[in-house]
């Protein structure tokens, strides 16, 4: 099914997904990789606060090419999701409502993600020229340090995405090998 959603989440919008579901989200939603996702975990587990409020935003595994002349950002595709998985639970607990990337999550982030109600979206990865069109927005906002890797806040249009793991735990990956 067809949806289109705004920034930020809520329980109620996630609640509404279901795997499967094509969505289209316009809004705010914030960028972290690897190293960023690392540094908040470990700034977290030192009683120190996050650099924006995880509270029902979505977070997009990201780290974009520089842009082009005229553009607001580089190519912006989705990278592998399990490599920030051991961090991840964390966020959750911490407001985090949806996550963008690629690939698995392990059963402990699908857990969480059944426990705190939120949603995993994929973007299509090899897409990430057209998926920057859908980014109006950009401006590094922490650990301007890590280069590509930086938090930036993004605002996007119409983004395309699809749920791959609903807030009851449903995984696509998992009904497709099922059904096949």
Not at 55 to 64: E, S
Not at 86 to 97: A, E, Q, S, V, W
Not at 116 to 125: E, H, I, L, P, R
Not at 162 to 168: C, L, R, T
Request: charged share 25%; net charge negative; glycine share 10%.
């Amino acid at each position: 099914m067809e949806k289109y959603i705004n920034t930020p989440l809520t329980t109620e919008k996630v609640k509404d997904l279901q795997a499967g579901d094509y969505v289209f989200i316009t809004g705010t939603i914030y960028t972290a990789r690897d190293a960023a996702h690392k540094r908040i975990y470990e700034t977290m587990i030192e009683g120190g606060g996050t650099p924006f409020d995880l509270t029902n935003n979505i977070v997009y595994y990201l780290g974009p090419t520089p842009e082009r002349e005229g553009q607001v950002i580089g190519s912006a595709g989705p990278t592998t999701s399990s490599r920030m998985d051991k961090y991840t639970p964390l966020l959750l607990d911490n407001g985090l409502k949806g996550m963008i990337g690629k690939g698995k999550r392990s059963r402990e982030v699908i857990d969480s993600m059944i426990e705190n109600q939120a949603v995993y979206f994929a973007a299509v990865g090899g897409a990430g020229a057209l998926l920057s069109k859908k980014i109006k927005a950009s401006k590094v906002i922490a650990y301007d340090d890590l280069g590509t890797e930086a938090i930036r806040q993004l605002y996007v249009e119409e983004f395309p995405v699809i749920v791959v793991i609903d807030s009851k735990g449903n995984n696509l990956y998992e009904i497709v090998m099922q059904s096949s």
